[in-house]
């Protein structure tokens, strides 16, 4: 298997990594109401329901870029590279979050942003679909 659908495997479980860094030890937790219990949340606990959040609206745009990508015929060395930065771009906005530096976290995640252009892009210029 590819190693972009890896990618696509891994970015799916950001959000799962993320909000388990949020509930982790809290006692109080309500899973009648879980939303509104995360709402209360502060601090550490706070950023990383935000990045649980982020997380989420990021994923749907990459897979469907290295699909897309997959499709047209780009080449994999190509995908993989631009699937493989993508997530460790990911990794790294995601520990900048939670450590609170908001500018280095932006940086992260334009970079993030622009590997998924960049897989669009390459499908439009490369691709034979």
């Keep these: 298997m590819a190693i972009a659908y890896w990618c696509i495997l891994v970015a799916g479980l950001l959000p799962i990594i993320t909000v388990a860094v ?6 109080d937790f309500d899973n009648h109401e879980p939303r509104a219990w995360m709402e209360r949340l ?3 606990r706070r950023r990383a329901d935000y990045a ?3 997380h989420f609206e990021a994923f749907p745009f990459f897979a469907a870029a290295v699909l897309v990508a997959q499709q047209t015929g ?5 995908i993989d590279t631009l699937a493989l930065t993508f997530i460790i771009v990911r990794l790294i906005y995601t520990m900048l979050y939670l450590r609170d530096l908001s500018s280095l976290r932006s940086l992260a995640w334009i970079i993030g942003y622009g590997c998924v252009i960049a897989l669009f892009v390459s499908a439009a210029l490369y691709g034979h679909g």
């Design 42 to 44: 502060t601090g550490l």
């Design 52 to 54: 649980h959040r982020n």
């Design 22 to 27: 949020a509930k982790w030890g809290k006692r």
């Design 74 to 78: 780009v080449a994999q060395t190509r």
